[in-house]
């Protein structure tokens, strides 16, 4: 029997419209007269989904009892015996009540299957086995129900089922997917928009990867070579070379510069090519490629290139990253073109990428004057064609000659020497004129074989002859040597325009400018030290114990490693010494513009403060003294009513100016970074319950939602009933009368939180770090409820905690702050007072 077909309806997290999809389309075969009926759907008790489901026929389940409890399950022997065209499965990772046939749905499918009926079923990302431990690092839930890799995988098509992560938080606070009274619970848990962000995005790459490997079975079941560039994957060319840290770093940037980019980092091991790769070095490459979300893979060919274009090609790869050579261009012109060249050659469409990097030569490295107008490599090679050109003219020239053939002999001779000064310069041409012209009158000038001159104008065109040869080497020379000195000073104005360039970047200018400098002038290291010893600076490595030139920048010293700078380079080196002390000096005042900035804001909190004392703390201070007055002026004439009064209005208000000078204390240390705290298990809905009778709230205008399977908090229970008091009460201060505020409290991962959540008017975004200043009411202007301290200090002491206090928005309108601390770890033991 021909097997069914399955089809896989895959979605990020419950409610992006799976089901509604499922039942959607089965509908759509339905009107196509197709026979399309419902196995098993679960509606979650959403209508739109219910009603969908309505339309269509649907095959009663089988009803299992377990332990006291009705459970309905799939009948799979009735779906079979029903034998529609196309069965509509919900929930393929669903567990089967104990006893059934099967223990995992998705294995009832696959009897479906196999009996011929085509299948549409639903599945999260979450739920997919490989991907367990990921979703739970995003989530913090782990996963009991999963699906195997392959049975999604061998579906005959897999359709992702997308909805924006913020569409699917406003579906959650309109009641579509969850009850009311579970969707306060959901958005700080599990639907946060970061967790959804991240499972849409590993819903999204888990379907391109599917679908890029049906593309490399398509490709390789026609016989397709060439690349087919559906997404970017760079491959980077490592050589175990100390190049290799670059051309990764290289690489991960391209492959970032598009979505879903991937990075593969390939070594060739041969005896030629791409060789002499430390163990070490490959070993630290390749640690940097995985923390880059890169791949290592390990090849073994004798031709390199070829080796390398072949693994690019079989992933597929839209780029390829090399190192430019190492090889001199003496080396590269004796043994042919490099594995660069070749790899161009064969690449075809793929794009090769030759990265230049330190091991090349610096990029900015000043040609040197100082050692003549040629290299000594020239030099030699003058010389080297001069023994050898100079025989083979000469047995070519002594085989042909005759009576009329000196002028050609001479001239042949002479385009020689010129030949030798274009490559060698001055002296292998006065070593090519003075060996041909010894070698014309030996040979060709009577008396032949010897070296005496029987006419005197052959002395003279011999002498002239040797002439013409140092002129033209002279000439030659000079017009290298001008080239290297107009090379040199191109470089310099480059350098001198990058020195300038780095000034202008500020804070980046001085390292900038020690690289500048180090590959300049060819130098090992370059440090810039401070007066006391600290190294401001650096870039190569320094030479230990060796001899190497300082240079005075302001207070700092210039160390440079390596060579001895010449006269020209002393000249450049005092521009760039000057543009240093200028960057120093821009980084001293932008430290010190930090500083009066800092200071700024301590003179405004110092205002603040000084306005909070001479309003907030003198009203009660002036009530407090008023009352003793009276009771003093007053004394036995006053009745016992007045009394009390009085007293009672002595003792509000020196309560009120005691809980403020304690707030004033506490926030300073607070900013001091002083403040005491001593960690221990707390219960974390015994602090919430406290703050509440301190506060004296009620059921009416407080509702609690507390997990009562939360683990004990590490906190300092003080400090944390104080948060939950300053949160608390500017929650039930802001919220409309007719609106209770509500407190919850759960855990994720490691850490649990307390919200609270109020339906007040809310803080704007850009306006929420501005309420955690101390002496900010932002705009409240009842000056009765304090200094505005409360939320300065319960960051403070969440932080002092180890936690975080943040604020979001309310769906619907007002403001979640949120209370995040650590679990009470099991073996811990509690801990004393400590500074924080």
Not at 26 to 46: M, N, P, S
Not at 628 to 642: K, N, T
Not at 726 to 754: F, K, M, Q, W, Y
Not at 778 to 798: C, I, Q
Request: charged share 20%; proline share 4%.
């Amino acid at each position: 029997m021909k097997r069914g077909k399955l089809r896989v309806l895959l979605g990020a997290a419950p409610g992006v419209g799976k089901t509604f999809q499922m039942l959607r389309e089965g509908a759509r075969l339905a009107q196509e007269g197709h026979d399309v009926v419902i196995a098993v759907v679960e509606t979650h008790g959403r209508a739109a989904t219910a009603q969908q489901a309505e339309a269509l026929a649907q095959i009663p389940g089988r009803r299992w009892a377990h332990r006291g409890v009705e459970l309905d399950e799939m009948d799979v022997d009735a779906v079979i015996a029903r034998h529609p065209d196309v069965a509509l499965i919900d929930e393929l990772a669903h567990t089967n009540a104990p006893g059934s046939r099967n223990e995992k749905r998705w294995q009832d499918v696959e009897e479906v299957l196999a009996a011929g009926i085509d299948v549409i079923t639903t599945v999260n990302v979450q739920h997919i086995a490989s991907l367990g431990d990921v979703v739970e690092q995003i989530t913090g839930v782990a996963q009991r129900e999963t699906v195997p890799d392959t049975v999604v995988r061998g579906a005959d098509q897999v359709e992702v089922v997308d909805l924006a992560p913020q569409s699917l938080r406003d579906r959650l606070s309109a009641g579509l997917v969850y009850p009311a009274e579970r969707v306060d619970a959901a958005l700080s848990n599990y639907f946060r928009l970061g967790n959804l962000t991240a499972l849409r995005e590993l819903a999204l790459l888990w379907l391109a990867d599917e679908v890029d490997s049906a593309l490399n079975d398509y490709r390789s079941a026609n016989g397709i070579r060439g690349t087919w560039q559906t997404r970017e994957r760079v491959v980077v060319a490592l050589t175990g070379g100390p190049e290799g840290e670059t051309l990764l770093r290289r690489g991960a940037r391209i492959a970032a510069r598009s979505a879903g980019g991937e990075l593969l980092a390939v070594h060739v091991s041969s005896a030629e090519g791409l060789r002499r790769a430390t163990p070490g070095a490959l070993a630290q490459q390749r640690a940097l490629v995985e923390s880059l979300g890169g791949t290592y893979h390990q090849l073994v060919g004798d031709d390199v290139p070829r080796a390398l274009v072949d693994f690019a090609r079989s992933v597929n790869a839209s780029q390829l990253v090399i190192g430019v050579s190492r090889r001199s261009r003496w080396t590269a012109a004796v043994t042919g073109p490099g594995i660069g060249a070749t790899v161009i050659r064969l690449s075809g469409d793929i794009d090769v990428h030759i990265v230049s990097h330190a091991a090349a030569g610096g990029r900015m490295r000043l040609p040197s004057v100082q050692r003549g107008a040629l290299s000594v490599k020239r030099r030699i090679l003058g010389f080297v064609i001069a023994l050898t050109v100079g025989p083979l003219l000469s047995a070519l020239l002594f085989t042909f000659r005759s009576d009329e053939s000196i002028t050609s002999d001479v001239l042949a001779f002479q385009l020689l020497v010129v030949v030798v000064a274009l490559v060698g310069g001055i002296w292998p041409a006065l070593f090519a004129a003075v060996l041909s012209g010894l070698t014309l009158d030996f040979l060709f000038v009577a008396p032949t074989f010897t070296v005496s001159i029987a006419h005197p104008l052959h002395a003279l065109a011999l002498g002239l002859y040797v002439v013409i040869a140092i002129l033209v080497s002279y000439i030659v020379d000079q017009a290298a040597r001008r080239t290297r000195r107009a090379e040199r000073a191109a470089a310099e104005s480059e350098l001198l325009a990058t020195v300038a360039g780095s000034v202008l970047r500020g804070e980046s200018a001085v390292p900038a400018l020690i690289t500048r400098t180090r590959e300049a002038f060819g130098l090992a290291g370059v440090r810039l030290v401070a007066a006391d010893g600290e190294v401001i600076a650096t870039d190569g490595e320094p030479v230990r114990g060796g001899d190497f030139t300082t240079l005075p920048v302001g207070e700092a010293v210039l160390e440079l490693h390596g060579p001895d700078p010449d006269a020209s380079a002393r000249r450049l080196l005092d521009v760039i010494v000057a543009q240093l002390a200028a960057a120093l000096e821009h980084t001293d005042l932008s430290a010190a513009a930090r500083e009066v900035d800092a200071l700024a804001a301590t003179d405004q909190v110092r205002t603040a403060l000084l306005s909070a004392v001479s309003h907030d703390l003198r009203r009660p201070l002036a009530a407090a003294v008023a009352a003793i007055g009276g009771l003093r002026a007053a004394g036995a004439h006053m009745s016992p009513a007045d009394r009390r009064e009085l007293l009672e209005t002595a003792e509000e208000s020196l309560a009120t100016l005691s809980a403020l000078v304690t707030d004033l204390l506490d926030v300073s240390r607070v900013e001091a970074g002083v403040l005491a705290v001593a960690l221990a298990p707390v219960d974390a809905a015994g602090s919430v319950l406290a703050a509440l009778d301190e506060l004296g709230l009620g059921p009416d205008r407080v509702e609690l939602a507390l997990d009562p399977a939360l683990p004990a908090l590490a906190a300092d229970p003080v400090l944390l009933q104080r948060v939950i008091v300053n949160v608390l009460a500017n929650a039930a201060r802001h919220s409309p009368p007719d609106a209770r505020v509500r407190v919850a409290t759960s855990s994720l991962g490691e850490r649990a939180e307390i919200r609270i959540v109020d339906r007040g008017v809310g803080v704007p975004a850009d306006r929420r770090d501005d309420m955690f200043a101390p002496f900010q009411r932002l705009g409240d202007t009842d000056n009765t409820v304090g200094l505005g301290l409360g939320l300065a200090l319960s960051r403070g002491f969440t932080e002092g905690m180890g936690g975080t206090l943040t604020a979001e928005d309310t769906p619907g309108g007002g403001l979640t702050m949120v209370v995040s601390l650590p679990l009470w770890p099991a073996d811990a033991a509690p801990e004393g007072r400590m500074g924080s």
